[in-house]
C-alpha cells in the first residue's frame, strides 16, 4: 500500500514503479484516496515507487522515490 501527502489542487495522482530504481512504469492512478493499493508485484522484491499530481496547471514533479521490500 503506497500512501502520500495531499497536494492542494490536485484532481488525480500518477503512482508508478520501478525494479531498478530507474525505469518506472505505470503503477496506477487516482483521484480521490491518498493512498492505493498497488498489485502484482512479487513477494521478497524490492521496488522502488514514486508519485506526481495532476491538478488544473498539469502534472507536478514527481516525488522522492523509495525503495521498499514487499512483505
Known sequence: MLRWK?????????????EDGKIFELAG???????????GLTLAQYYSFRVSAVGA???GPWSDSYEVLVA
Do not use: C, F, H, P
Open 29 to 39: 492512478t487516482t483521484t480521490k484516496s491518498l493512498r492505493n493499493v498497488i498489485d
Open 6 to 18: 495531499a497536494i492542494y489542487g490536485a484532481k488525480i495522482y500518477i503512482m508508478e514503479v520501478s
Open 57 to 59: 496547471a498539469g502534472q
